[in-house]
């Protein structure tokens, strides 16, 4: 796989540092953010090849992030994960599917499933 740069997104700081440290060493550039507002305003100044958002953080969500990704940069690719319980993990990660997510990761995941995950959503 191609280094990629990668907008990851996660109100979970210490998810966040483990995800960038399974990306990083593989030779992606990772830009982290913990809100959807702030990625959102990112999207507008920068493009990626790849957005890993979790579905539902506080504020601007997941599902919002995909929608104005699909505004600002229509050509990143995006990976939604969930498990938090808050909602009915498997509906709301299928209506993020709906929505314009490439691919969804239910957590727990392992390393394994993440690049999987990666692999097929870029080759869209």
Same mark, same amino acid.
């Given at each position: 796989?191609?280094?990629?740069?990668?907008?990851?997104?996660?109100?979970?700081?210490?998810?966040?540092?483990?995800?960038?440290?399974?990306?990083?060493?593989?030779?992606?550039?990772? +830009?982290?953010?913990?809100?959807?507002? %702030?990625?959102?305003?990112?999207?507008?100044? %920068? +493009?990626?090849?790849?957005?890993?958002?979790?579905?539902?953080?506080?504020? *601007?969500?997941?599902?919002?992030?995909?929608?104005? *990704?699909?505004? +600002?940069?229509?050509?990143?690719?995006?990976?939604?994960?969930?498990?938090?319980?808050?909602?009915?993990?498997? %509906?709301?990660?299928?209506?993020?599917?709906?929505?314009?997510?490439?691919?969804?990761?239910?957590?727990?995941?392992?390393?394994?499933?993440?690049?999987?995950?990666?692999?097929?959503?870029?080759?869209?």
């Amino acid at each position: 796989m191609n280094s990629l740069t990668i907008l990851l997104v996660d109100d979970d700081a210490a998810q966040m540092k483990t995800l960038k440290g399974h990306l990083e060493p593989k030779g992606h550039r990772v +830009t982290v953010c913990s809100t959807g507002a %702030q990625a959102v305003a990112i999207l507008e100044k %920068q +493009t990626f090849n790849l957005v890993i958002t979790d579905a539902y953080i506080p504020g *601007r969500d997941g599902i919002e992030v995909i929608l104005e *990704r699909g505004k +600002t940069d229509a050509h990143a690719r995006v990976i939604a994960l969930s498990g938090d319980g808050r909602f009915g993990t498997d %509906q709301y990660l299928l209506l993020v599917k709906k929505l314009g997510a490439d691919a969804i990761l239910k957590r727990p995941f392992s390393t394994e499933q993440l690049f999987a995950a990666i692999e097929a959503a870029v080759k869209k």
